[in-house]
């Protein structure tokens, strides 16, 4: 098997070289073919030497990477982030499902991440709908991504009406009356979405705003009628919550 081409895209000289020493260990599964220390270097080398594999810091001097992913008609690689450790950059990939890594790289973590790249045929759809996400003009218009074992789960925010813990997984009800189970912790969900509209009135409940019709004693109530119960510590925390106008 051929070793797939990887681009490193990443500003900072020393990681860049990490990165690139750590690769080079697994030459006969993967070859840097160049650094790029900007976006528009990095759109040039994309266009060039065609990466099967690019590895993209997600703050670069010119633009995001994300910004440089807009600007390709074709993304034909798969794209693995990294990120310093940065809670809101690591929210947005969990949100979309994308694949990270956080400086300073850890070898053990790159091997796992390579794995998922010989796994997979390409991680585009994900890129995608991260794209899709990062153009929306309003978070309840983004979608949530989440890995199944057939596959993979996605759920525009605005038809979740709430999130029910159930022990270690989580079930997400949706508007239409239909439900989902994900191995994923309401932990999980209130980490990633608390900044979406969705608020954890309740050790095992999470709500979606856009639904919520009408706030009771001690209850949401959702526009279909169904009651959301709100925790006696969450009580003042939650009415302020709902009725801001954010």
Known sequence: MRPIKALIVEDNAFMATVLCDLLKKRKSEIVVLDIAKT??????????????????????????????????????????????????????????????????????????????????????????????????????DQKLVLPQQNGTLRIPLKQISHIESERNYSYIQLSNGKRELSSKTLAYFDDILIDKGFYRCHRSYLVNKFHIQALTDGNFVLKNGVEIPISRRKGTEAKSWFFDSD
């Open 39 to 140: 976006g528009s270097q990095a759109l040039k080398m994309i266009a060039s030497s065609k990466p099967n594999v690019v590895f993209l810091d997600i703050e670069l001097p010119d633009m995001t990477g994300f910004e440089l992913l807009q600007q390709l008609k074709c993304i034909n690689f798969q794209t693995i982030f990294t990120t310093s450790h940065s809670h809101y950059a690591i929210k947005a990939f969990r949100f979309n499902a994308l694949d990270y890594l956080v400086k300073p790289i850890n070898e053990s973590e790159l091997e796992e991440a390579i794995k998922r790249v010989f796994r997979s045929a390409n991680n585009n759809i994900g890129v995608k709908n991260a794209l899709f996400n990062f153009e929306a003009q309003s978070p309840k």
